[in-house]
């Protein structure tokens, strides 16, 4: 290297300083100053990282002074270069500009400016960007966008419906799935793929306080969704920075109890903008037509605003048609206006559904179920269906004709399109549930205990002294004996010697308090040394990650988890199959949530329930309540609430004042309620709805489709690479994890999706699910999606050179990769990416300018190219820096050609796919007024703004690649 005061160069490890200028020059050293970032750098001259600028003839130069120079000439002095051209704001010509009057922050953006001014990046990197377009265009056009990277089972129904959902413009469903069939996972799947599609920016999750954090852990475990749960401290911190604080976020989630409580919040929630709204736990809004509940009419401002709309609900039977029609009056006013015309329009689908069930079961059609779906379908004839069904002679066309009618009487049904319900008697799947009620005998130490508090509680509250009750434990220690009860306790003495029995086994021990929790666990470990860890909401979700993964560890792992009620909330331990209710809920719906921790669809084996209770006690009545009136331990219970708000003050008597003779009498009326509750919800069930919300055969071919995409070894290679090219270290942790952690050479301060302390990570869905301390690696995971970003945004891989040895070939003979990318320039919530993403388009050109990339594939040629160290890289690019040029040039038209392919194929797709949507929904409004005019509307407005962006897109060089042959 030849250095001069005066010159500038390019630091090759920084290239952010900008230009830098020599400013000294010893025996040894040189100096060079960066006024851009305000730098100085000394450089030993031998092997210094920096490369020369120089540009050439042709290259538009910016001066400090902020014009433009096209160079027509350059001359050297003393190693210094001065441009002669021509001015492109006063066009005058002639002027001259030193090299030392260059603009301080020129950037090299084209790839041809960075491989001539020698920042020539690694092959491999150069290779790792064309695998990141190629991938990122593949996942784009993908059908299952945004619903392979979940990390959730992969449960047909619900993977049906999220794809039915979540494809839409502004959604408007109630999702109303029996306890335990995943609302939330179906919920967190629509949201995912609105959000990945650029249709939702904004969401607000309204949920009852008890379920704040089940929410925020659903969310971000799964879907890398990251909510902020906002209470009023939250909203005045936020308010110092903007004055409406729901604006502060774009993914919000609160309780519906702090939103009732404020005025304020409910107007600011309802003034700031959002995409989609969901509610959880729906039918608790009580709604009748002369007095909507202050929660309902809170919701109802909110939905009015809001374009796509989630509500979740239990089963809508279950509280009432009125109260069903109630929920659906949130999604559509207009729509579901009057609550007898509603009731009306119902009864007409009834003998439709069971019609339906005839033709599904293969039984045949009687004149009248003909006649009522020939009704119905009026606008087709159905007559040729009928006949091919009963008469024709292969099954296949039998199939086919009756396949046809379910799906057309699907489409056109009443709710069908808003509302999604799926029964456990419709879906398969689901463990044996083995109840063990244990009557152990009362502790004296509590039966004093109980006494004492009754004689001090006599002004209490009769609902307060009866859960009080509940919890003996906590009565005794509240009356100043700090002495271990774990020690006397009936229940631990039985819970140690189960533990020690099912040596093999882990067991899930759930209690109402976390300090019981956290004292159960001193009494294994003090009493036994039984490994147990505690799962409370006094810990962090760091902490409670680290709990889950102890307890799910099959070697060295914790035997038992401990948890508070918190642990029935938001985690699922499919991998365990024994749980003990140490004491019981005063609510039916926690008690189900309880038991679905384990009983959910995807449970290997049979559950077995264990619920010891002191004879005599509060508990020992709640158990036999739950157990001979409701059957709540053998059964989910959808009408537990129903009866239990139907018998509650009984019950509050009986566990507060210990007198049981009337249970009897209460377990038997609760259970003939129970029993004609559920007889009325199976017979009001809606068949062609439960058909048309687990999608048949056609949810199966999805989940299908998807497990097959499943250990994509290409994901796994890219990955490995891409945290390899950032500078991200990776330790195997054996069972298909990885560690992967920030080094201290990173390309970037902070690596997208990565914690400062670094992730566990797999590729497998099996491990994910079983581990939740470990990241689910996927196409559509923050930490791929960010790294693909990363490459782009830093210009990782744009130049590159490579050696080909191949001795057919003359040395010396030139050929030049390029990687054309097509934009079309448009927003994301466009729907763009569906048809015409960022587009790659290959060149491979010889010496004569014959593009070669028809025959040559990437990747197979890729394989017999060797690196060149930067050195010998730019003494190469130099010599055919001429060539190069010329190449590029003639290799502009054959990529305009392929622009015009991309194009013509992209908007033959969109119009053939939307225009098709259209149609359909066109022809169901006629019959289904479900279908909403805004929804045809804004079909129709993204067709024409979608032909319009398509028509404008325009090719860009993104990369290229030097290639020269060597013999050697």
């Known amino acids: 290297m030849t250095f001069a005061i005066g010159q500038r160069w390019i630091s090759d490890t920084e290239s952010d300083l900008g230009l830098g200028t020599v400013v000294a020059v010893d025996e040894r050293t040189v100096t060079l100053m960066f006024p851009a970032g305000e730098e100085e750098r000394v450089y030993a001259q031998k092997d210094a990282p920096i490369t020369r600028v120089v540009f050439n003839v042709g290259d538009q130069v910016e001066s400090q002074e902020g014009w433009m120079l096209t160079v027509e000439d350059l001359s050297v002095d003393q190693g210094v270069v001065t441009y002669t051209g021509a001015r492109s704001d006063t066009e005058e010509s002639d002027v001259r500009l030193r ?117 925020l852990v659903e969310m971000m475990r799964r879907f890398n969704l990251y909510f902020s749960i906002f209470d009023e401290e939250r909203c005045l911190e936020a308010q110092q920075e903007v004055a409406n604080p729901f604006e502060s976020q774009q993914l919000v989630l609160c309780s519906l109890d702090f939103l009732k409580k404020s005025e304020k919040r409910q107007a600011q929630v309802a003034e700031a903008h959002w995409d989609v709204l969901v509610v959880d736990e729906a039918h608790h809004l009580e709604w009748s037509v002369d007095a909507p509940s202050r929660e309902y009419q809170l919701i109802e401002s909110i939905a009015r605003q809001v374009a796509g709309v989630l509500l979740l609900t239990a089963t809508p039977e279950q509280l009432g048609r009125e109260s069903h029609f109630a929920r659906l009056r949130l999604l559509d006013p207009d729509r579901f206006y009057d609550y007898q015309s509603f009731v009306d329009e119902e009864a007409q689908y009834e003998p439709v559904a069971n019609a339906v069930s005839q033709l599904v079961s293969g039984q045949p059609l009687t004149d009248e179920e003909k006649n009522q779906i020939g009704d119905l379908l009026s606008e087709q004839d159905v007559e040729p269906m009928f006949n091919a069904i009963e008469s024709a002679s292969a099954q296949e066309e039998r199939d086919f004709a009756r396949d046809e009618l379910v799906t057309n009487l699907m489409d056109r049904h009443g709710t069908g399109r808003v509302l999604f319900r799926n029964t456990r008697s419709a879906i398969s799947g689901f463990p044996v549930r083995n109840t063990h009620i244990m009557q152990m005998p009362m502790p004296e130490q509590y039966q004093r205990a109980l006494k004492v508090n009754a004689m001090l509680s006599t002004d209490l509250p009769q609902e307060l002294l009866a859960k009080k009750n509940l919890y003996p434990e906590q009565v005794f220690q509240e009356l100043g004996d700090s002495s271990n009860w774990w020690q006397f306790d009936s229940r631990v003495d039985w819970l140690i010697e189960k533990v020690k029995d099912k040596r093999s086994a882990k067991i899930l021990v759930i209690a109402s308090r976390s300090h019981t929790a956290l004292q159960l666990e001193q009494a294994l470990r003090e009493r036994e040394g039984i490994r147990a860890t505690v799962f ?101 219970c959808p009408t537990g609430r129903t009866v239990y708000e139907a018998f509650s003050q009984q019950l509050i008597e009986m566990l507060a004042t210990g007198d049981h003779s009337q249970l009897d009498d209460v377990v038997e009326q609760s259970k003939a309620l129970n029993t004609r509750l559920k007889s009325d919800l199976e017979q009001g069930r809606d068949r062609l709805l439960e058909m048309h919300s687990n999608g048949g055969d056609a949810s199966v071919e999805l989940a299908n489709d998807i497990a097959q995409r499943d250990g994509d070894i290409a994901l796994v290679t890219f990955a490995l690479s891409l945290f390899d090219a950032v500078g991200l270290n990776q330790e195997d942790k054996g069972d298909n994890a990885l560690i992967v952690t920030p080094a201290e050479h990173m390309m970037v301060s902070t690596y997208p999706g990565l914690p400062f302390d670094g992730a566990t990570i797999t590729f497998d869905r099996d491990v994910a699910l079983s581990r939740e301390d470990i990241q689910f690696m996927s196409w559509e995971h923050p930490m791929i999606q960010g790294g693909i970003e990363l490459l782009f945004s830093e210009g990782v891989g744009t130049s590159a050179l490579s050696l080909l040895k191949n001795k057919a070939l003359p040395v010396g003979t030139l050929l030049l990769e390029l990687v054309y990318v097509v934009d079309a320039q448009a927003p994301k919530s466009s729907g763009i990416n569906r048809y015409l993403p960022h587009t790659p388009i290959r060149v491979l050109m010889d010496a004569k300018g014959n593009d070669l990339s028809a025959q040559v594939e990437f990747e197979s040629f890729n394989r017999q190219l060797s690196p060149v160290n930067r050195h010998m890289a730019n003494k190469l690019v130099t010599s055919v820096q001429t060539e190069i040029n010329q190449l590029i040039n003639r290799s502009e038209p054959v990529a305009e050609q392929q622009l015009i392919k991309v194009k013509q194929q992209a908007h033959q797709e969109m119009t053939v796919s939307l225009t098709a949507e259209l149609e359909r929904l066109q022809a169901l409004k006629a019959v289904n007024p479900n279908i909403r005019d805004q929804e045809i509307e804004a079909l129709e407005q993204q067709i024409a703004t979608l032909d319009d962006y398509i028509s404008r897109a325009q090719v860009q060089l993104d990369s290229l690649r030097v290639i020269v042959v060597s013999h050697n």
């Not at 049906?160 to 959902?165: G, H, L, P, S």
């Not at 979540?166 to 179906?186: H, M, N, Q």
């Not at 140490?582 to 959910?600: S, T």
Request: glycine content about 8%; charged content about 20%; overall charge negative.
């Open 99 to 215: 090299e030392i009057f260059l603009s301080h922050t020129i950037r090299f953006n084209k790839p041809q400016d960075k491989l001539f001014a020698g920042q020539i990046d690694r092959m491999d990197n150069f290779v790792l960007r064309y695998r990141a377009l190629t991938h990122q265009y593949q996942q784009h056009k993908s059908p299952l966008r945004g619903l392979c990277g979940v990390r959730a089972g992969l449960i047909p129904h619900q993977l049906y419906i999220a794809r039915e959902v979540g494809s839409r413009f502004a959604p408007r469903v109630l999702l109303a799935d029996e306890v335990g069939l995943g609302k939330t996972i179906e919920a967190g799947m629509i949201l995912h793929q609105q959000v990945l599609s650029g249709r939702a920016e904004r969401i607000l999750i309204v949920v009852p306080e008890t379920l704040q954090h089940q929410w």
């Open 536 to 636: 409370h909401e006094g810990m962090s979700i760091i902490e409670r990650d680290k709990a889950a993964a102890y307890f799910a560890q099959e070697e060295g792992g914790a035997q038992v988890l401990i948890c508070s009620e918190i642990g029935s909330e938001g985690r699922n331990f499919q991998f365990a199959n024994q749980l003990v209710m140490f004491d019981l809920p005063f609510n039916p719906d926690l008690l189900e949530q309880r038991i679905g921790r384990l009983d959910r669809i995807g449970q290997q084996n049979d559950i077995d329930i264990y619920v010891p209770c002191l004879e005599g006690s509060s508990q020992s009545i709640l158990a036999q309540w739950y157990h001979n009136g409701l059957n709540a331990f053998s059964e989910t």
